[in-house]
């Protein structure tokens, strides 16, 4: 596969399997990213293999959406190879992701990054934030993930919030999991938290959340945001967290008020004998590409 960049990788098929899809990068308005990073997970490891799940897993998803009535396929999205990090150090793997997260973003790419684990996320908000300034994030999460360092490095899954906020401000979803010490910190912090217990008790928190944020917006998915009723695939499943449609809700009115210019979906930790997990996750980005391009695609079909 010729890209114009280069970065250690592994060829693992394309989001959609054999659907056609875009197979030249310059022409694609998305490209896919998988990271399989698994290096600072504790509790139940296997994030690695999540990227390749979701891509398998999207291989049996119908590509017409019956809510936007678009098949945003036909927009092109191009999936990159896995990338791959085997570097001594923490650090030397969150330059190469940004490094590349950048040679995406500064091509005008939508970038839908697969982890792997969660700190992943703050070279690519890193990445993005260089070209929009102005730029806030969404997290959807049990986990505040806004430790200082954690097991010896400040690039640990639970610090990844703590690392975005050095780019960007944060706007926090679904949270009910953080230590007395980031209760202690965030305060001083650059960032809203909608607390799982309460959030809603008011029925306009979506609003509330959408408000929050600024015009240009990146959204970062742990799976574990969601109700392991519907997501138990994650290495620490927290009780409550949002519905299918309860993120759709919130995902939907984000990206109609806001900009969206990126996106990851982070630490599905598959099962085996149980793929609707991933089927979930393929079925979570596909929504947010409809929602992100359906209008678009609508209108070129209409010309």
Same mark, same amino acid.
């Given at each position: 596969?010729?890209?114009?960049?280069?970065?250690?990788?592994?060829?693992?098929?394309?989001?959609?399997?054999?659907?056609?899809?875009?197979?030249?990068?310059?022409?694609?308005?998305?490209?896919?990213?998988?990271?399989?990073?698994?290096?600072?997970?504790?509790?139940?490891?296997?994030?690695? #293999?999540? *990227?390749?799940?979701?891509? /398998? =897993?999207?291989? $049996?998803? %119908? &590509?017409?959406?019956?809510?936007?009535?678009?098949?945003?396929?036909?927009?092109?999205?191009?999936?990159?190879?896995?990338?791959?990090?085997?570097?001594?150090?923490?650090?030397?793997?969150?330059?190469?992701?940004?490094?590349?997260?950048?040679?995406?973003?500064?091509?005008?790419?939508?970038?839908?990054?697969?982890?792997?684990?969660?700190?992943? #996320?703050? *070279?690519?908000?890193?990445? /993005? =934030?260089?070209? $929009?300034? %102005? &730029?806030?994030?969404?997290?959807?999460?049990?986990?505040?993930?806004?430790?200082?360092?954690?097991?010896?490095?400040?690039?640990?899954?639970?610090?990844?919030?703590?690392?975005?906020?050095?780019?960007?401000?944060?706007?926090?979803?679904?949270?009910?999991?953080?230590?007395?010490?980031?209760?202690?910190?965030?305060?001083?912090?650059?960032?809203?938290?909608?607390?799982?217990?309460?959030?809603?008790?008011?029925?306009?928190?979506?609003?509330?959340?959408?408000?929050?944020?600024?015009?240009?917006?990146?959204?970062?998915?742990?799976?574990?945001?969601?109700?392991?009723?519907?997501?138990?695939?994650?290495?620490?499943?927290?009780?409550?967290?949002?519905?299918?449609?309860?993120?759709?809700?919130?995902?939907?009115?984000?990206?109609?008020?806001?900009?969206?210019?990126?996106?990851?979906?982070?630490?599905?930790?598959?099962?085996?004998?149980?793929?609707?997990?991933?089927?979930?996750?393929?079925?979570?980005?596909?929504?947010?590409?409809?929602?992100?391009?359906?209008?678009?695609?609508?209108?070129?079909?209409?010309?």
């Amino acid at each position: 596969m010729n890209l114009p960049f280069e970065y250690k990788r592994v060829a693992i098929g394309e989001f959609g399997g054999t659907t056609p899809t875009t197979s030249d990068f310059d022409t694609a308005r998305v490209a896919i990213l998988p990271i399989p990073l698994d290096r600072t997970t504790s509790y139940v490891p296997g994030t690695r #293999t999540g *990227p390749h799940e979701i891509l /398998v =897993a999207s291989s $049996h998803m %119908e &590509l017409w959406d019956e809510e936007t009535e678009t098949d945003v396929h036909g927009l092109g999205i191009f999936t990159l190879p896995e990338m791959e990090c085997p570097f001594a150090s923490m650090d030397e793997v969150m330059r190469e992701i940004r490094r590349v997260a950048a040679e995406i973003v500064s091509r005008g790419k939508f970038p839908m990054v697969l982890g792997g684990e969660h700190s992943i #996320t703050p *070279p690519i908000v890193g990445a /993005v =934030a260089a070209k $929009h300034p %102005e &730029l806030s994030v969404l997290q959807i999460d049990a986990h505040a993930d806004l430790r200082d360092s954690f097991m010896g490095t400040p690039h640990n899954h639970a610090c990844a919030m703590r690392r975005v906020l050095e780019y960007a401000p944060c706007t926090q979803v679904g949270i009910r999991s953080l230590s007395a010490e980031e209760a202690a910190a965030v305060p001083a912090l650059n960032t809203t938290i909608f607390y799982d217990w309460n959030m809603r008790r008011d029925d306009d928190w979506i609003a509330r959340v959408v408000d929050s944020l600024s015009e240009t917006v990146y959204i970062t998915i742990d799976c574990d945001g969601l109700d392991p009723a519907i997501m138990p695939a994650v290495g620490t499943p927290e009780p409550g967290g949002l519905s299918w449609y309860e993120a759709l809700r919130l995902l939907r009115r984000v990206i109609a008020s806001r900009r969206v210019v990126g996106c990851d979906i982070v630490e599905l930790c598959p099962m085996p004998g149980n793929v609707a997990p991933n089927f979930l996750c393929a079925k979570l980005l596909y929504k947010i590409l409809s929602y992100r391009f359906g209008k678009e695609m609508a209108s070129k079909i209409d010309r």
